[in-house]
């Protein structure tokens, strides 16, 4: 598959389509991991699972709370500049 590259601001990017992005669980916003192969002269991009609970806290109630800011991001951060 061709891709271009091209410039956005001071970063290059190469747009991925959305049939190779899907199946990786990778949305807008998910974090991933880019390795350089220079062997192969390739480029590495892996998906990175976020641990959604640190040590000593239930879940069920991190999950909620990543959904709530994630809902309320918007807000959350009009809240923080006052």
């Known amino acids: ?4 590259v091209f410039k956005t601001g001071n970063s290059t990017v190469i747009s991925l389509p959305k049939d190779m992005i899907d199946p990786l669980g990778v949305r ?3 974090d991933v991991s880019v390795e350089l192969d220079r062997e192969h002269r390739q480029i590495i991009i892996r998906p990175v699972a976020a641990p959604i609970a640190a040590a000593g806290v239930d879940e069920e109630f991190a999950r909620q ?3 709530f800011i994630k ?3 918007p807000a959350l ?3 923080a500049r006052k």
Do not use: F, I, T
């Open 1 to 4: 598959m061709l891709r271009k």
């Open 71 to 73: 809902e309320y991001r």
């Open 77 to 79: 951060e009009a809240l």
């Open 28 to 30: 807008d916003g998910s």
């Open 65 to 67: 709370v990543s959904m």
